[in-house]
């Protein structure tokens, strides 16, 4: 069974960091693309940050371009997002991602999903 399972979402004052890591199991993702995606309340799941299955290519939105970072680590079969100077409009659930593909930057390309982890950013 194929599970993704973040972890390292809370609570930070705003110019706090966090970092989201997500840990697969079941099958090794080394050749799939990876993602972050977040959900806040009545609003759509957005892509927030993806990384190619190598590592060489990654997207970020604009939201977030120059302030996180997404890196992964093969033998951990992990993906990280690393998340510097938050705003309270970061405040959503985020959510890990695999891809079919060696890179995807849309949830329609994305087949397995991580249950969430709440990050909550106060002003």
């Known amino acids: 069974q194929v599970q993704l399972v973040e972890s390292g979402g809370g609570l930070v004052q705003a110019g706090g960091s966090l970092r989201l890591s997500c840990a697969a199991s079941g099958r090794t993702f080394s050749s799939n693309g990876m993602g972050w995606f977040r959900q806040a309340p009545g609003k759509e799941r957005d892509i927030v940050a993806a990384i190619s299955w190598n590592g060489g290519r990654t997207y970020y939105s604009d939201s977030v371009k120059g302030r996180f970072t997404i890196s992964r680590d093969y033998a951990k079969n992990s993906v990280y997002l690393q998340m510097n100077s938050l705003k309270p409009e970061d405040t959503a659930v985020y959510y890990c991602?695999?891809?079919?593909?060696?890179?995807?930057?849309?949830?329609?390309?994305?087949?397995?999903w991580g249950q969430g982890t709440q990050v909550t950013v106060s002003s």
């Open positions: 991602a695999a891809s079919r593909y060696g890179y995807a930057d849309s949830p329609p390309k994305y087949d397995y």
